[in-house]
């Protein structure tokens, strides 16, 4: 276990001391502290971007492995679809069983199926800001920014606005996105790119209370494959680790090939699901629950 820092005791209180584990494991300090040239903040996403705008579509595969608190964990082999902005599934399949995992949004409407003790669908229209991921153990309109490979907005003053530190015990680049309420500012997100390459490394995903709602490790990046041999290739990452401290769900995965596209997907189709036809024992409808908890709130106008 890595010995605990300053760095890390000062970030835990930022980021909430309810998370459990408050950080992932750390990238390694580097053995001399960096104080060279860096780039500044518009220089810096454009060159982000570079990388970035080559991914429109993914289609990836791999193995996986879920464990949510009190539920058989889940294993196999797993298939990544992603269409910008976000359009995301991830099936999970095991030999003699099946079908097992199910996650995905197709930008409007959201659902997970786990086939697991006890095998539960969700599904419901996607969460508005601010509203709790606790409904579900992973929350998939969370997952497009964990891929790192969106493409970031290069107006300075456009919301969520971007803000970026350097630490140079650590050679990274910590890019923050803040957005005002009625009230005050909140932080959504916080992504660390390593100085030298650009790429993510570890991405934090927040509330607007400040809590983190999924944390994210990304390694071995490498190349993907492209129908166009031709075209640069973008840069992917092939390990994921992921911790959604809500519900103490946790969600790893390796992918060993990742594509644009393979056999013409994805596609229109790759993202329509039916709740009514899953073959699970639980059928839970977000949208009827979240209606049920309003509705049972005393109006203060009456």
């Known amino acids: 276990m890595l010995r605990t820092t300053v760095l890390q005791v000062v970030l835990c209180g930022l980021i909430g001391a309810g998370a459990v584990g408050c950080l992932p494991k750390e990238p ?3 053995t001399t502290y960096y104080d060279g040239p860096t780039l500044p903040l518009d ?3 454009a060159q982000i971007n570079q990388n970035n705008a080559k991914v429109r579509t993914l289609n990836a595969s791999g193995t996986f492995l879920l464990t949510i608190p009190d539920e058989t964990p889940l294993n196999g082999q797993l298939t990544l679809l992603y269409t910008k902005p976000d359009q995301i599934r991830i099936l999970g399949d095991k030999d003699l069983a099946g079908r097992i995992f199910d996650l995905g949004t197709d930008g409007q409407k959201f659902w997970m199926v786990a086939k697991g003790r006890a095998s539960t669908t969700w ?3 996607n969460l508005g800001p601010g509203e709790s991921t606790r409904q579900l153990p992973i929350a998939p309109q969370l997952l497009a920014d964990v ?3 969106a493409t970031l907005n290069l107006d300075l003053l456009a919301q969520p606005i971007p803000t970026l530190r350097f630490n140079p015990d650590y050679d990274c680049y910590m890019l923050t996105w803040h957005q005002p309420l009625k009230d005050r500012w909140v932080t959504l997100r916080e992504v660390w790119y390593d100085r030298a390459n650009l790429e ?3 991405i934090w995903l927040f509330d607007r209370n400040g809590r983190v709602v999924v944390r994210a490790r990304l390694d071995r ?5 492209t129908k166009n041999e031709g075209a640069s290739r973008a840069r992917t990452a092939r390990g994921y680790e992921l911790f959604f401290p809500e519900t103490a769900s946790k969600f790893t995965f390796e992918l060993d090939a990742v594509r644009d596209e393979r056999g013409g997907r994805p ?3 790759s993202y329509r699901f039916n709740p009514d036809s899953q073959d699970t024992d639980k059928l839970i409808n977000l949208d009827e629950r979240r209606n049920a908890a309003e509705q049972a709130v005393p109006d203060p106008a009456r």
């Open 28 to 30: 390694p300090r580097h």
């Open 43 to 45: 220089q810096l996403l």
């Open 123 to 125: 599904f419901g229209t």
């Open 147 to 149: 891929l790192g490979v």
């Open 200 to 202: 993510p490394k570890r």
């Open 221 to 225: 990046f490498e190349p993907m494959g």
């Open 267 to 269: 596609n229109g189709m």
